[in-house]
């Protein structure tokens, strides 16, 4: 269990710089509340979504620049 929660969450993470605006704020939520369900739960969840909601296009460009 714990593995393919770990395995999901590197997934997430990889596939996080890919996709334009509304794929970068889907994946931004996604990969924030995972991040928050591990460090504080259900509540960590809800605020990790929104502040990955949030930040996600900003973090993907930087993201991309640092690459190139």
């Not at 890919?18 to 924030?32: D, K, L, M, S, Y």
């Not at 259900?42 to 993907?60: D, Y």
């Amino acid at each position: 269990m714990r593995l393919s929660i770990l395995t999901l969450f590197a997934a997430a993470l990889t596939l996080a710089g890919c996709g334009n605006t509304v794929e970068q704020r889907i994946g931004g939520a996604a990969v924030g509340a995972g991040t928050g369900a591990v460090v504080a739960g259900p509540v960590g969840a809800v605020v990790g979504g929104a502040a990955g909601a949030i930040s996600g296009p900003s973090v993907t460009r930087a993201v991309r620049r640092a690459s190139r």
